[in-house]
């Protein structure tokens, strides 16, 4: 049973930045994929990032390209998303989400297990 917890959200200034951290316990190791998920009130679960644990490749929506960076930690088994230049369209809830085998992607269905999320809110 793999378990997600994320931190590092909160209130945020337009043009700041925050990290968000995902910390996965019960992982097997050296396999699967990562990926960062965002809600918005009102809209659907939207892709933002993933990454494959073994060798780091990335995959993003182009929406965040050059503002959000996806990285991990294999020894830490935690993933992180460091977001740049916030905008007010930025505020949802963020989720990270565990693909236990194969690549995750952008397809939500690929992905086994889910965090609880956590609230970003940018402010104007």
């Known amino acids: 049973q793999v378990q997600l917890v994320e931190s590092g959200g909160g209130l945020v200034q337009a043009g700041g930045s925050l990290r968000l951290s995902c910390a996965a316990s019960?992982?097997?190791?050296?396999?699967?994929?990562m990926g960062w998920f965002r809600q918005a009130t009102g809209k659907e679960r939207e892709f933002l990032a993933s990454?494959?644990?073994?060798?780091?490749?990335?995959e993003y929506e182009d929406s965040v390209k050059g503002r959000f960076a996806i990285s991990r930690d294999v020894a830490r088994n935690t993933v992180y998303l460091q977001m740049n230049s916030l905008k007010p369209e930025d505020t949802a809830v963020y989720y990270c989400?565990?693909?236990?085998?194969?690549?995750?992607?952008?397809?939500?269905?690929?992905?086994?297990?889910w965090g609880q999320g956590t609230q970003v809110t940018v402010s104007s």
């Open positions: 989400a565990a693909a236990t085998q194969g690549w995750g992607g952008s397809i939500p269905r690929r992905y086994d297990y």
């Open positions: 990454i494959d644990w073994s060798f780091g490749l990335t």
């Open positions: 019960g992982r097997p190791s050296s396999s699967g994929a």
